[in-house]
């Protein structure tokens, strides 16, 4: 179900792996959700189960053939694995496959960032930033590297300069939330989600955010609401979580 997928997508966030294969997994072999299988990808990722990380990203990427992360995650995962062959012509077609020009920096941090490798991560981020010093998804990524490696302060900078860029762009804020969730400032982090959802009404990844919160204070009553809004305005969200 679609609250199955959003409680899931918490859980991955919250580096909760393994109740993102307990919720999913028994749906591994019969489901065609791309969302469902990049889930389950990133988790036995994580978790060190190579295997069925790789057949769960092979089937999303059969059903989705352009979403390009999918490709990434998978060739970065071969290559690890020793199929370094095949692993880098799934990089290789996941430029290719990008809508969105991914240049090979990007695919090797966000590579690097998949596989759990936050130094390596860190120093391809920081250096390709001297190339792009005023690309927003360049501040972006840099940013969410950043706080993977658990420099808040840093990775602020790099979404303060990105939301002066593109103030209506909706993942700088919700990474500007993030930083505000560890920084114990739940007010601000609020704030975000329900700017976000001024400009963007049916944005689901701040709507998710806006459940973690009131689950978060157990407050059912907000709880039940924005489920229902969430449900009302994405009853079909494909939504795989690649970082």
Same mark, same amino acid.
């Given at each position: ?11 991955? +966030? ?15 072999? +019969? ?17 060190? #189960? *190579? *295997?069925?990380?790789?057949? %769960? ?11 390009? *992360?999918?490709? !990434? ?27 969105? !020009? ?17 130094? %390596?991560?860190? @120093? ?8 792009? =010093?005023?690309? &927003? ?13 658990? @420099? ?8 303060? #300069? %990105? ?12 990474? &500007? ?14 704030? *975000?989600?329900? #700017?976000? &959802?001024? !400009? ?15 689950? +978060?204070? $157990?407050?059912?009553? $907000?709880?039940? !609401? ?8 994405? =009853? ?8």
């Amino acid at each position: 179900t679609e609250l199955n997928k959003m409680m899931a997508s918490l859980y991955l +966030s919250s580096g909760e792996y393994q109740r993102v294969v307990e919720l999913l997994g028994a749906q591994m072999r +019969s489901t065609d959700d791309v969302q469902i299988l990049a889930l389950l990808g990133s988790a036995y990722m994580a978790l060190g #189960k *190579q *295997q069925p990380a790789f057949d %769960a990203y092979r089937r999303a990427i059969k059903l989705a053939p352009d979403i390009s *992360q999918l490709r !990434t995650h998978l060739g970065v995962g071969l290559i690890r694995a020793g199929e370094s062959g095949e692993g880098m012509a799934m990089l290789h077609s996941a430029v290719e496959a990008s809508r969105e !020009t991914l240049n090979p920096e990007i695919i090797l941090v966000m590579g690097h960032l998949s596989q759990g490798e936050l130094a %390596a991560a860190r @120093d391809a981020a920081l250096a390709m930033e001297q190339g792009y =010093p005023d690309r &927003l998804q360049v501040l972006n990524l840099v940013g969410v590297v950043l706080l993977a490696n658990e @420099d808040p302060a840093a990775a602020k900078k790099r979404f303060e #300069k %990105a939301l002066v860029i593109a103030p209506d762009f909706p993942p700088t804020r919700i990474n &500007l939330a993030r930083v505000a969730l560890i920084e114990n400032d739940r007010v601000q982090a609020e704030r *975000q989600f329900k #700017k976000i &959802l001024e !400009t963007h009404p049916h944005y689901l990844d701040a709507m998710i955010g806006m459940i973690a919160l009131a689950d +978060s204070d $157990g407050d059912t009553e $907000g709880l039940e !609401t924005w489920v229902s809004r969430a449900l009302q305005s994405n =009853p079909g969200a494909v939504q795989p979580r690649v970082v």
